[in-house]
């Protein structure tokens, strides 16, 4: 199984600040990973595919960057609603696998 | 716009078998293209995928579990249903059901809310 290890595991954070979180994966990928946020009590929702496409509707603030074993998710400037839970998931082979999460919270 | 909606008992007793069924609104079930998942998270814990299936019955499944599941179809319906076998505490989740973009990039665009399903006597 390709394991996905995302970085930091928490991060504190204040409005208007650049976060960005790490994944990397225990095997190349190229780019076959996606990022998602999820709420609490809400089911995740996707952000981005192929490491670096942006879902439609979502804000232009999240980008994605990265090939191969490390990726990482920039938000530039984090707004009051992107306080979440973002996790990473790798599409390039079965089983399909997540990273841990990276919770964001208000500094 | 697709809508997923899980359904089925919030407790199951040790040993016995989990049934959930995913409801899919919208006209994409049947159209082909997409695989239709289950995706389950423990409390306060990330998320792993179960497995998933074509419309026309093809299924993959997660090796961890392989042997205990059965993911179905039923086309007339526009419904997918999850079958757990001899279920422990270890298998208290939030059972999620989503959509897969495509075979080529498997990903989930579209989440039903989330079933919490206890395991206990």
């Known amino acids: 199984d390709i394991q996905l290890t995302q970085s930091p595991s928490f991060l504190s954070a204040s409005v208007g600040d650049k976060v960005t979180i790490t994944c990397r994966a225990s095997q190349g990928i190229s780019d076959y990973l996606a990022w998602y946020q999820q709420k609490p009590g809400k089911a995740p929702n996707l952000l981005i595919y192929a490491a670096s496409t942006l879902e439609t509707g979502v804000p232009s603030r999240f980008s994605g960057s990265g090939s191969g074993t490390e990726f990482t998710l920039t938000i530039r400037s984090l707004q009051p609603e992107d306080f979440a839970t973002y996790f990473c998931q790798q599409l390039n082979s079965y089983p399909l696998t997540f990273g841990g999460g990276t919770k964001v919270e208000i500094k | 716009q697709v809508q997923l909606q899980e359904s089925g008992p919030g407790l199951v007793k040790p040993s016995q078998t989990l049934s959930l069924t995913c409801s899919v609104s919208?006209?994409?079930?049947?159209?082909?293209?997409?695989?239709w998942s289950w995706i389950r998270q423990h409390p306060e814990k990330g998320l792993e995928w179960i497995g998933h299936?074509?419309?026309?019955?093809?299924?993959y499944y997660n090796p961890s579990l392989k042997s205990r599941v059965i993911i179905s179809v039923d086309t007339a319906k526009n419904q997918f249903s999850l079958k757990l076998d001899s279920v422990t505490a270890a298998d208290t989740a939030v059972y999620y059901c989503a959509r897969v973009y495509s075979s080529a990039l498997l990903y989930f665009d579209s989440w039903g809310q989330g079933a919490l399903v206890i395991v206990s006597s």
């Open positions: 919208g006209n994409s079930f049947n159209s082909g293209g997409y695989y």
């Open positions: 299936i074509y419309y026309l019955g093809t299924t």
